[in-house]
T-cell receptor, first 114, second 112 residues
Framework: DVKVTQSSRYLVKRTGEKVFLECVQDMDHENMFWYRQDPGLGLRLIYFSYDVKMKEKGDIPEGYSVSREKKERFSLILESASTNQTSMYLC?????????????FGPGTRLTVT | DQQVKQNSPSLSVQEGRISILNCDYTNSMFDYFLWYKKYPAEGPTFLIS?????DKNEDGRFTVFLNKSAKHLSLHIVPSQPGDSAVYFC???????????FGKGTRLHILP
């Protein structure tokens, strides 16, 4: 069974703080993704990585950066948190296209920036 | 520009009846489509997928229909059960990369 874990379920941070969200997957997947989910907006892709040290911007990368130093771990960094980054953050992983396109999601981190 | 559209934000269906969730897309280059289900405070879970070369795929109570000419797909749940109450996301992707594009979701309420 694929398992994707996220470091925190709930997080409260102050405006201007640097925030790290960690994601770990145990299925040796090449691809890892960070999304945010907001009411009425669905899931929007922030960044994704298709290999260690490789990253690509998604649809809404502004205000975020990522790090993938090991295959199983993908970190999302909010350099200076702002209130409009209050959201549910979801990490996902998947194998390469030839093995299927299904993405496996973690439980999410509900981040509140005050 | 939304490439994957779910035009109904919510849907209520009586328990035991059929639930039909709809999804439209604009990109004719999509090679596959997926449906995900999401409960509050949990990550989405994969339900069912369909390749663009097929027009139907079935898995238990869940069937996905694809109409390429209309750029439309639908998810049928028969019979609907209380545990089906959740948000359902339609998603699509191409063989060029492993990204998928999600719709905004439809909240399904199964009424007792």
């Amino acid at each position: 069974d694929v398992k994707v874990t996220q470091s925190s379920r709930y997080l409260v941070k102050r405006t201007g703080e640097k925030v790290f969200l960690e994601c770990v997957q145990d299925m040796d997947h090449e691809n890892m993704f960070w999304y945010r989910q907001d009411p009425g907006l669905g899931l929007r892709l922030i960044y994704f990585s298709y290999d260690v040290k490789m990253k690509e911007k998604g649809d809404i990368p502004e205000g975020y950066s990522v790090s993938r130093e090991k295959k199983e771990r993908f970190s999302l960094i909010l350099e200076s948190a702002s209130t409009n980054q209050t959201s549910m953050y979801l990490c996902a992983s998947s194998d390469t296209g030839t093995s299927g396109y299904e993405q496996y999601f973690g439980p999410g981190t509900r981040l509140t920036v005050t | 520009d939304q490439q994957v559209k779910q035009n109904s934000p919510s849907l209520s269906v009586q328990e035991g009846r059929i639930s039909i969730l709809n999804c439209d897309y604009t990109n004719s280059m999509f090679d596959y489509f997926l449906w995900y289900k999401k409960y509050p405070a949990e990550g989405p879970t994969f339900l069912i997928s369909i390749s663009s070369i097929k027009d139907k795929n079935e898995d238990g109570r869940f069937t996905v229909f694809l109409n390429k000419s209309a750029k439309h797909l639908s998810l049928h749940i028969v019979p609907s059960q209380p545990g089906d109450s959740a948000v359902y996301f339609c998603a699509a992707g191409t063989n060029r990369d492993d990204k998928i594009i999600f719709g905004k979701g439809t909240r399904l309420h199964i009424l007792p």
